[in-house]
């Protein structure tokens, strides 16, 4: 605040030493040059006016974003990774640097504040783009989508979880909204501005959006959806806060002829039941959300899973193997979660600092994960969002050791494997139902000139606190991650087809934060 005064004072020097410079040598030999000082300063008075509300607008603005900085920082303690693991905290801090810190940037740029803007300066290759905000966004609503949540679930700090979740402010949730409606997603643009005015009439800081704004959206989504009474009742409170807009004026009479023909013909809009309203399909290279075959996925993923018969039930059993010599001493501990396929969970497979070690050798190797298309092209997709990379025996003596016990475990060599895919889910990172092996369709591994994918061994390096399951869709069965487990599949038959009953996903991580090899 100082160098804010000294600032302030310094240009008020500037501004006087040039106004006295102009008038200082004849104004006492004439009225009318004094007249005219006054005129000047009550021009210079009501710039100066504006000057003063500007810098201490400026100044409320650092605070109160300060104010907020410091807020979500007391919440992240010694832990990042599990504070950034709740969704909502992700998106505010990947908000913050795409939206904020930039604001403070040329807020700043009218002060002398060095210090500060060469930080910004220093940092500003990091900062969030527009791709880092849109996907942040688009990950609350793949968890409202998957998970059937409401929007107050996020907004007010609901989501389950040892992290406290932070409430979101109206601007924040006001954004999720509009970036339904630039995404043409009517249903999440009608929830989400619905809970924007929520926040609207409980807020008496309505910060930089307007009412007349949120009932324009509410309008047109309602509009999409088939409610035209809804969307005549919008636009009715848009003409009552500004009775001059031509385009609410248009709106009314449109949306009043729009209901007298409804009840005429007792046509109906959509009852905004969130599992009746198909959503837009997210990705443009297919549009398989929409199907039955997504939906079982989504209810999967929510642990709606099939019942286990009798006979089945029986034959989820527990045992030790010890057939390898390393595991004379220490066998392995192994279970049968399901029958057909056939899917075991090695218990206990790696140490803490196993994992420790093996997440910090692929941290610096991470780059965003891509999925294989019938053409045989890798490409990144709104299907999976995660980052991947690789590392094989020579790059540490744990990896060397933990692909070693991945042979004894599986009797199955390591010489002809590809090298470890270690896997980071990111804010609701995901992987859509798909194949290990390569289809018919498909260009197989030829790089390594083994063939197909015999089997997947999966292990998990963290716990999840909610969500991030492993669903198998065909069979109607879900694993949730357990820290140091790994599971166990072959995604051949005998003959060597692809065993289409392997086909799984990566179910949204709804808290927590999800790391797999």
């Known amino acids: ?35 005219n000082l006054v005129y000047r300063e009550r021009e210079l008075k009501f710039e100066l006016k504006n000057y003063v509300n500007l810098e201490l607008e400026r100044l409320n603005k650092l605070q109160k974003f300060l104010d907020k900085v410091n807020a979500a920082h007391e919440g992240v303690g010694s832990d ?64 409202q989508d998957t998970y059937q949540l409401q929007p107050s679930t996020f907004t007010e700090g609901k989501l389950p979880g040892r992290v406290p979740s932070p409430q979101m402010t109206l601007s924040e949730v006001y954004d999720v ?14 929830s989400w501005m619905e809970e924007t005015l929520k926040f609207y009439n409980k807020q008496e800081d309505h910060e930089d959006v307007s009412l007349f704004d949120i009932y324009d959206h509410l309008s047109f989504s309602e509009y999409q959806r088939g409610n035209f009474f809804k969307a005549l009742n919008y636009s009715l409170k848009m003409v009552e806060l500004d009775p001059t807009h031509e385009r ?20 109906r809009g959509d009852t905004g039941i969130i599992t009746e309203t198909k959503v837009k399909p997210r990705s443009e290279r297919n549009d398989w959300h929409q199907t039955s075959s997504f939906q079982n996925y989504e209810r999967l993923c929510r642990g709606e899973i099939r019942n286990l018969t009798r006979w089945e039930e029986s034959k989820m059993v527990c045992w030790y193997y010890n057939d390898a010599s390393r595991l004379k001493i220490k066998p392995a501990k192994i279970e049968r979660v399901f029958l057909k396929p056939e899917i075991i969970i090695f218990r206990d497979v790696l140490s803490d600092a196993e994992m420790n ?69 990111g804010i609701a990172g995901h992987y859509e139902p798909h194949y290990d092996f390569a289809r018919d369709t498909e260009d197989k591994f030829t ?24 669903v198998f869709t065909q069979v109607g069965t879900t694993l949730f991650p357990s820290k140091g487990d790994a599971a166990f599949w072959w995604n051949l038959k005998r003959s060597g087809d692809g065993d289409v009953s392997t086909r799984h996903a990566g179910c949204p991580v709804l808290v927590g934060s999800k790391w797999g090899e």
Not at 410 to 424: D, H, S
């Open 447 to 470: 790089s390594l000139g083994t063939g197909n994918r015999i089997a997947t061994f999966l292990a998990y390096m963290s716990n999840v606190e909610a969500g991030g399951g492993t």
């Open 357 to 425: 070690t093996i997440k910090e050798l692929a941290s610096p190797r991470l780059a965003r994960a891509t999925v294989t298309y019938d053409d045989g092209t890798l490409e990144t997709s709104e299907n999976r969002v995660s980052k991947s990379g690789w590392l094989k025996d020579s790059d540490h003596e744990v990896i060397r050791r933990v692909s070693q016990r991945i042979e004894d475990l599986t009797g199955l060599t390591m010489a002809t494997a590809e090298e470890l895919q270690i896997v980071n889910y």
């Open 248 to 267: 609410a004026q248009g709106n009314v009479a449109y949306f009043g002829e729009e209901v007298k023909m409804y009840k005429k013909t007792g046509r």
């Open 177 to 190: 909204g509009r970036h339904a409606y630039v995404n043409s997603d009517m249903f999440y643009t009608k």
């Open 80 to 143: 990042v990774s599990r504070y950034l693991g709740h969704p909502v905290n992700s998106y505010l801090e990947i908000r913050r640097f795409y939206k904020d810190w930039p604001d403070v940037e040329r807020l700043i740029q009218i002060d002398n504040s060095e210090a500060l803007s060469d930080a910004i300066a220093k940092h500003k290759e990091a900062f969030s783009d527009k791709e880092d905000y849109d996907g942040a966004i688009a990950a609350l609503l793949r968890l």
């Open 1 to 35: 605040m100082a160098s804010d005064v000294c600032y302030l004072f310094s240009l008020l020097l500037f501004m006087f030493s040039v106004i006295f410079s102009r008038t200082r040598a004849e104004v006492f030999t004439a009225l009318v040059d004094l007249e």
